[in-house]
Structure formats: C-alpha cells, structure tokens
C-alpha cells in the first residue's frame, strides 16, 4: 500500500496545515502552479516528491520538473499535469495524451476548483486537489490524500481549509 498527498497551486506558499494533512503519506504529487522552488524543497524533505510545472512558474521550475509525468504507483498507471480539464472538458492537448496512455488515474491543477470524478468513457479516475496557496479565485484552500493498494484507489479524503 502507498499513501499518497496530492496539492496544486501554492503559488509559493505552503501551509504547515496541508503538511500535517500529508503527515505519514508514503508521497507527495504536486499537480503545478509551484510558485517557488522552496515549496517542493520543503515538501521533499519529508516525503517522496513527483510534480509538475503550471502556467505561472519560471524557468527555473520548468527545467526541474517536466510538463507531464507518466508513472505507476503499484498497480495503477498515474498521468498528471497541471492544465488538464475534467471529463467531457479536457484541454485538447490532454485529451490525446488521455486516449492514447489510457491511465487509470489522471491528476491535474490549474482550475482551483477541487473534483474528484470518474470517466467512464476512459475508465479513468480523474483528481484536481483545488489550489492550496493564497493567490487565486478559490473560496477555500484544497488538498486530497488517498491510498493505492495493488490496483485499487481508495480512502479518498479532501481537506478544506478558509482562506
């Protein structure tokens, strides 16, 4: 069983409330919109880290972390970026990737709005953690955590915390 963390768009801020929600997560996914190099160097001080780079980072975050990440977590193969859409409404880029790598789970940022949501015509689980920073449109600041244990997604929990 792997327990995982997922957070999107800091902006350059981490609350210490998300990393106490991450606290015994076996890994930390950051879905883009990092903000600062500080964020992902705090949080892979203390946990496995796979992210991402967003629209709003700088070239310095780009040439550490790639647009996409392909990768599977025991039995499970994980796509995750940081503009992706959501089922029915996937950014067109996305949209390929998604039918040709058919992953089973597909991670995104980008909207600030947090959704959990099966898609049935790819037999994808599709996960946006909300935004976790300061900076943004967002009402309340989102991350989620969950389990992969074989093949099976479970355990889902999305923590919601006031601006």
Request: aromatic share 10%.
């Amino acid at each position: 069983m792997t327990r995982i963390g997922v957070l999107s768009d800091t902006h350059g801020w981490l609350d210490p409330a998300i990393v106490d929600f991450f606290e015994g997560r076996d890994e930390v996914w950051h879905c883009g919109d990092i903000g600062s190099l500080d964020v992902t160097d705090a949080l892979d001080a203390r946990f496995r880290l796979r992210a991402v780079h967003g629209n709003i980072d700088d070239a310095l975050t780009r040439r550490v972390f790639p647009a996409f990440q392909r990768f599977s977590v025991e039995g499970v193969s994980v796509l995750m970026t940081h503009i992706g859409g959501y089922p029915g409404h996937y950014d067109g880029r996305v949209a390929t990737f998604l039918r040709q790598e058919r992953p089973r789970l597909f991670l995104c940022g980008h909207s600030h709005i947090a959704k959990v949501q099966y898609d049935k015509a790819l037999a994808c689980l599709h996960v946006n953690p909300g935004a976790a920073g300061r900076s943004g449109f967002h009402v309340a600041r989102t991350a989620v955590r969950f389990e992969i244990d074989g093949e099976n997604i479970r355990e889902m929990e999305l923590l919601e915390l006031k601006r």
